[in-house]
Every structure is written in structure tokens, then in C-alpha cells.
């Protein structure tokens, strides 16, 4: 199955569970085909004589986002890994937090310098009322992820969606909260917290317009003001 997936270039990566990181070419609609896989294995517990004490399951791929050549996997139980995928057939681990169990990653767009580029990753955290926020930083000793902060969100969040400097969560009581990153990419601002359904699974934004996923209610579209 495919938990979750996202589209860059000529490229769709989709995050497949136990099945890995799975990367495909879509340049032809009509010719779609996969041109790499990613796939970790932790290092199985050894005993005194060097054997196997258990094999260890494999890690399970939930979301994805890519910015650039850079890849950020929600991966469960096991947090979040950045991979290179500059060469889609042979995408590479940069950095992993295996600190706390994440199902969504959304990126931001890459904030450059001369001398490095700074991308933050936003997710929501399993069963907590929070949003995490961390860094991914590029530069000449290689790549690093760090810990910023934590968001509240009251309670429980089921969606997150970027676009234009903003950050929309959507919770199961039906409320959006919405979240000013264009100055402040490292602290998200709240700027709105509306009610708009019941129920509310998922959104998605254009320049002017709001698509709310609201279960039984169906898709509500929204004109921003």
C-alpha cells in the first residue's frame, strides 16, 4: 500500500510501509515506471558468540516530502530520515530522529546563503497536541537534522499542508488552524482558528482557494479573503 506520497520534477516518491521508499518516473503518464527504492534494516542485536539474537523489523515509510535533492520520510516508530535523492536510482540515509513516532512531514522551501541551505520540516506527532519543528541544514560538512520547537495545537492534528509561506493543520474536531512561516520558518505564528466541519480528514490550498476533505459532509472549497 501507499501511506503517502508527493510529486518533484520528473519524479513521485512514494512511501510504501514495509516496502520502503519507492521512486518513480512520471515524465510519461503513459510510461510510468520505478527507477529506485530505499528501503533500512536496523543492525540486528548480536549475542556473546556473534549470532542473531532477533532479527529487527524494518523500518515502515508513512509520508514523504522533497525539496530539492533532499528527502524528508515519516517513518513511524521510528521518526523522521532525511535521504539524497539527487540520483533517484541510488537515493542515500543523510540524517535520522528516531526520537518520537511521526506519520506526516511537510517541507519548507530551502532559505539559501553562501554557505549552506536551511530547510525545515514540519510533523505532526503521533498522540500529542503538538507540532514539531525541525531543521535540515546543508553546508560543506554535510548535512544535519536538529530539534527547533514545539507547537500546540490544542489537540490532536490529522493533516498538515504548506503552500506560499503558510501552514494549515487540520484537526478531527473539524477546526483549521492556519500558520504564518513566511518570516519565521523556524517559529510558526498562528494567524487563524476556524470550525468548519464536523469532521474534517485533510485540506489543500491554491492561491485563493480552500479544498476541506470533510468526511460525510464531502469537499467544501473556501474563498480566502
Not at 8 to 22: E, F, M, S
Not at 30 to 48: L, M, Q, S
Not at 127 to 145: K, N, W, Y
Not at 172 to 196: C, E, F, R
Request: hydrophobic share 35%; glycine share 8%.
Amino acid at each position: 500500500p501507499v501511506f503517502g506520497m508527493c510529486l518533484n520534477g520528473d519524479y513521485a516518491y512514494l512511501a510504501c510501509g514495509t516496502n520502503g521508499l519507492r521512486i518513480v518516473n512520471v515524465a510519461d503518464p503513459a510510461n510510468v515506471f520505478e527507477v529506485g527504492v530505499y528501503i533500512h534494516e536496523f543492525e540486528p542485536e548480536v549475542d556473546e558468540n556473534g549470532d542473531p539474537i532477533e532479527p529487527p523489523p524494518p523500518i515502515e515509510f508513512y509520508d514523504v516530502d522533497v525539496v530539492g535533492s533532499i528527502a524528508c520520510t515519516a517513518t513511524g516508530k521510528t521518526g523522521l530520515m532525511v535521504l539524497d535523492v539527487a540520483n533517484p536510482a541510488e537515493p542515500t540515509l543523510l540524517a535520522k530522529d528516531a526520537g518520537e513516532t511521526t506519520y506526516q512531514v511537510r517541507l519548507s522551501n530551502a532559505i539559501e546563503t553562501e554557505t549552506q541551505a536551511d530547510i525545515y520540516a514540519y510533523s505532526i506527532i503521533d498522540s500529542t497536541s503538538s507540532l514539531r519543528v525541525r531543521r535540515i541544514r546543508v553546508d560543506d560538512t554535510g548535512v544535519t537534522l536538529t530539534y527547533i520547537r514545539s507547537v500546540g495545537t490544542g489537540t490532536r492534528a490529522d493533516d498538515i499542508y504548506l503552500r506560499e509561506g503558510r501552514l494549515y493543520l487540520s484537526r478531527p474536531d473539524g477546526t483549521l488552524l492556519a500558520y504564518d512561516i513566511s518570516s519565521t520558518p523556524d517559529n510558526p505564528k498562528q494567524i487563524n482558528n476556524v470550525w468548519l466541519s464536523q469532521e474534517l480528514l485533510a485540506v489543500y490550498a491554491t492561491d485563493h482557494y480552500l479544498f476541506a476533505a470533510c468526511g460525510n459532509d464531502g469537499v467544501k472549497i473556501y474563498l480566502f479573503q
